[in-house]
Structure formats: structure tokens, C-alpha cells
């Protein structure tokens, strides 16, 4: 395959019209994850990508890069930010401004105490697609950062959109709404009541541990404990999951249990406390 990018090489300096060849360039150079060959080939020839076979390579660009990004993104999830920089760094060269890719680096960069930096990444991919969960990020951010007016006003941006789209008879944004009223305004009837409607949706580890963060919320413990019992009877291997568990187990007055729990939690993520995305 290494041949096949030498002989193209030399056909281009020989062709007055050399499109197809810098394709064959760019589909050589993927082949071989030389993702930095693949865009300068591109680049070279901009109506390659009006070809069919233009299209078919950057769709396959598209494809690696969403890859990369999942492959990060268990990195991060492991408290390995370092690997799951080098992952989204590979999705962004292979496709360029593909905003899957800046909302997870800027996921990293709120983990690390980077909120404004984070929060300002995240504002330009709303600015391109509606993303109410995004915009609760930012909100969540500029708290974080100490910023209480933009935090404000991008958390009511979130809820209006959460809201709106359940009168409108749309479930997608519940298990929003309970992460809503659970982390950013602490209301624990209201969750409790998103909670349920998802969980009647959808049975299974995650509605169910959030169902019991939101009776934690309400002061419920005994009915917390329950609930992420069964989230935890999955097996799931999952580092906020075991960490929500061990704080609503202290709650409960069983800190044996929550301090294993919790340790638990920081052997599978040390950064499982930090900021996060709503996924």
C-alpha cells in the first residue's frame, strides 16, 4: 500500500489534471491510518468531494472518526484522560470539525478544572445544532467557573427545551430532566417524577440508578437504597454509578458499605467526581 502512495506520488507531478490520483491517494493513505495524508489529499482537489468516491471516503473518515471518539471516550470514563486525548486528537484530523469530537475534548477540558475553556468549545457546537443537554453543560460549567449569570442563563435555556419537548409528547429528554433536577437545581420531587416516567419507558441499570439519585435528592434513603440496589444487581461495571451508590448508602447510615463503594468507584474512574457530560 506504501507503493501504491509513491507511484500516485509520482503520477500527480506528471498529470496536468490529477483528481482521480489524488483520490486514490487519500483512500491509500486511509488504509494505512495515515489521517493526516488522507486531508492533504483531499484538500488538494476540493471538487473530489462532489464524486461519488469523494463521498464514500469522507463518509469512511466520518466513520473512524465517531470511532475514535467511543474509544476515547472509555478512556475517559477510566479516568485515563491522557489516552482519551490522543483518541479525539486521531477523530479530528481524520474528520475536521466534526463537533461529536469538540464536545468530548471539551468534556476533558471541564474535568480538569478548565470550565471556561470547555464551556466556551461547547457554545460553538450549539451554535450549529440544538443541543439542550449541551446548553445545561455550559450552564453547569460557568457555575463551575464561578460565572452565576451566564450559568443561569444557559440552565433555563436547557430547561425550557427539556420542557417544551415533553409537552409536545417527546420522551428523549426525560432521563435529561431527572439529571436537570438532580445536579443542578437539587429538587427531588421533581426528579422523582421524571424518574418514574422514564423507568416506565425504559427498565433497566441506568433509569433505575437514576430513579434512586432522585429519591436521595428527596430525602428518601431507605427507598434510594432499594432502587440502586437494583442498578447495581445488573453487574454493570461503572464508576458514578458505584459512586452515586456509595453516597446514598452513607445516607443511609451503612458507611461500610458506602466507603467500599466509593473505592470502587475511584479504582475504576480517580476522576469519577469531577465535571461530566450528561450522556
Not at 461519488?52 to 473512524?64: H, I
Not at 477510566?78 to 463537533?99: C, I, K, N, Q
Not at 468507584?265 to 465535571?275: D, E, I, S, Y
Amino acid at each position: 500500500m506504501t507503493d501504491v502512495i509513491h507511484a500516485t506520488d509520482d503520477a500527480i507531478t506528471t498529470l496536468a489534471n490529477p483528481g482521480d490520483f489524488y483520490l486514490l491517494k487519500a483512500n491509500a493513505a486511509f488504509k494505512l491510518h495515515k489521517l493526516a495524508d488522507v486531508a492533504s489529499a483531499l484538500r488538494a482537489v476540493p471538487s473530489v468531494y462532489h464524486s461519488d468516491e469523494g463521498r464514500l471516503t469522507a463518509k469512511e473518515m466520518r466513520a473512524y472518526a465517531w470511532l475514535e471518539v467511543q474509544r476515547g471516550f472509555l478512556d475517559f470514563a477510566r479516568g485515563r484522560s491522557v489516552e482519551a486525548r490522543l483518541h479525539y486528537r486521531r477523530a479530528d484530523t481524520a474528520y475536521p470539525g466534526y463537533w461529536l469530537v469538540d464536545e468530548h475534548i471539551a468534556e476533558v477540558l471541564g474535568s480538569e478544572g478548565n470550565y471556561e475553556e470547555a464551556a466556551e468549545i461547547l457554545e460553538r457546537v450549539v451554535s450549529t445544532i440544538d443541543r439542550p443537554d449541551l446548553d445545561q453543560a455550559i450552564g453547569e460549567l460557568y457555575e463551575l467557573a464561578g460565572h452565576s449569570g451566564p450559568a443561569l442563563f444557559w440552565n433555563e435555556r436547557a430547561l425550557t427545551a427539556y420542557l417544551q419537548s415533553a409537552e409536545r409528547g417527546e420522551v428523549h429528554y426525560y432521563h435529561h430532566l431527572v439529571d436537570y433536577y438532580t445536579d443542578v437545581t437539587e429538587d427531588g420531587a421533581e426528579a422523582v417524577k421524571w424518574a418514574s416516567q422514564d423507568l416506565k419507558l425504559r427498565k433497566n441499570f441506568a433509569t433505575q440508578a437514576a430513579l434512586a439519585w432522585s429519591l436521595y435528592r428527596a430525602g428518601r434513603f431507605s427507598d434510594a437504597v432499594g432502587w440502586i440496589d437494583r442498578a447495581l444487581a445488573s453487574g454493570v461495571a461503572d464508576a458514578l454509578l458505584d459512586f452515586r451508590a456509595g453516597e446514598i448508602y452513607s445516607a443511609a447510615g451503612n458507611e461500610v458499605k458506602a466507603r467500599n463503594l466509593r473505592q470502587r468507584a475511584l479504582q475504576r474512574n480517580p476522576a469519577v467526581a469531577g465535571f461530566h457530560l450528561h450522556h
